[in-house]
């Protein structure tokens, strides 16, 4: 069972920086995509960005040129840059590891969830 536990989130003005860590035990994932959804209140869990097992990613029209998501293998780990945050970035964020090396397989696991708040 692969477990996913993100840190890194909490609350930060507009115009501010995030980083977010998704470490993921009882696996390797060094062979699967990962990415990271988000939450708002009253919305729908919607896509942010997502990385092959090679390191070729896809973002979100929203955070194109602002998020930029990175990953370790050699840690289990990957990495949510967040820059220039808006107060539309407000969400909780999930980590997910897909069901295969492509971001095309979808999520099969997802972390508890971490809050960013963004003010205004």
């Known amino acids: 069972q692969v477990q996913l536990v993100e840190s890194g989130g909490g609350l930060v003005q507009a115009g501010g920086s995030l980083r977010l860590s998704c470490t993921a035990s009882?696996?390797?994932?060094?062979?699967?995509?990962m990415g990271w959804f988000r939450q708002a209140p009253g919305k729908e869990r919607e896509f942010v960005v997502a990385i092959s097992w090679s390191g070729g990613d896809t973002y979100a029209d929203s955070v194109k040129g602002r998020f930029t998501i990175s990953r370790d293998n050699a840690k289990n780990t990957n990495y949510l840059q967040m820059n220039s945050l808006k107060p539309e970035d407000t969400a909780v964020y999930y980590c997910?590891?897909?069901?295969?090396?492509?971001?095309?397989?979808?999520?099969?696991?997802w972390g508890q969830g971490t809050q960013v708040t963004v003010s205004s």
């Open positions: 997910a590891v897909y069901r295969g090396a492509s971001i095309f397989t979808g999520p099969r696991y």
């Open positions: 009882g696996r390797s994932l060094g062979n699967y995509a």
